[in-house]
């Protein structure tokens, strides 16, 4: 069974957050959904509070899922760049080639102490690109998700429904893909 790991903090955006997990669960890939605190319960940017499968502290870093999704949001982005494990992890994530995924502000504040930008088109929320100001001449402008190679990006909030289907996607196959596209829509 195909993993993924979800990180959330405190001002993360609900949306970028709770998409990729739905969507993920939904092709039945194993998600956990981790909060870098020290409670497993964070207040999201527009106030929800989402209760996280695990803490940073908990969670496993010997054995890496098949992919990790850092969502944006404000302050959430800044804690998950700040927080050494979230980007150590990412950074693993990305020499070993497993998906690397980030959307809105987490492209530009997290990815660059990563690698995971390196040679690589991305995108992010509009404005903050050039808080990666060495990576500004792979960004691509106007589109809501970008592919490039082992890296997926998101544009923001209103992205997160093709961002989080692009994800599914890589990790599981065109058909896997159809369906659950297919399923969303009927409902």
Same mark, same amino acid.
Do not use: H
């Given at each position: 069974?195909k /993993? ?5 903090? #405190?001002? /993360?955006?609900e949306i970028? &957050?709770i &998409?990729?997990?739905d ?5 039945k890939?194993d998600? &956990?959904?981790?909060?870098v605190?020290? #409670?497993? *319960?964070v ?6 509070s989402v209760t +996280?499968?695990? =803490?940073?502290s908990?969670?496993?870093v010997? =054995?890496?899922p098949d992919? !990790?999704? !850092? ?5 959430? &982005?800044?804690?998950l760049?700040e #927080? $050494?494990a979230v980007?150590e992890?990412v950074?693993k ?6 998906l690397?995924c980030a959307i ?5 504040l997290?990815l660059? @102490? *990563?690698? +995971?930008l390196?040679?690589?088109e991305w *995108?992010?929320?509009?404005g ?6 060495a ?7 106007g589109?809501?998700?970008?592919k =490039?190679?082992n890296l997926i990006t998101? $544009?923001?909030?209103?992205a997160?429904?093709?961002f989080?289907?692009e994800?599914?996607? /890589?990790l599981m196959? #065109?058909?896997?893909?159809s @369906?659950?596209?297919?399923d +969303? @829509? @009927? $409902?």
């Amino acid at each position: 069974m195909k /993993s993924a790991v979800v990180f959330i903090a #405190d001002g /993360s955006e609900e949306i970028e &957050t709770i &998409t990729p997990v739905d969507y993920l669960r939904r092709a039945k890939v194993d998600v &956990t959904l981790v909060a870098v605190s020290k #409670d497993r *319960t964070v207040k999201c940017s527009r106030g929800v509070s989402v209760t +996280a499968d695990k =803490s940073i502290s908990e969670l496993d870093v010997k =054995s890496l899922p098949d992919a !990790v999704v !850092v969502p944006g949001g404000m302050p959430g &982005t800044k804690v998950l760049a700040e #927080d $050494r494990a979230v980007v150590e992890i990412v950074r693993k994530m990305n020499a070993e080639g497993r998906l690397v995924c980030a959307i809105c502000a987490a492209p530009a504040l997290v990815l660059p @102490q *990563t690698g +995971a930008l390196d040679g690589k088109e991305w *995108t992010c929320y509009p404005g903050m690109e050039n808080e990666a100001a060495a990576y500004k001449s792979k960004y691509v402008s106007g589109k809501p998700f970008v592919k =490039s190679g082992n890296l997926i990006t998101g $544009r923001g909030p209103g992205a997160a429904e093709e961002f989080s289907m692009e994800i599914v996607k /890589s990790l599981m196959g #065109d058909a896997v893909y159809s @369906q659950v596209k297919a399923d +969303a @829509q @009927q $409902r």
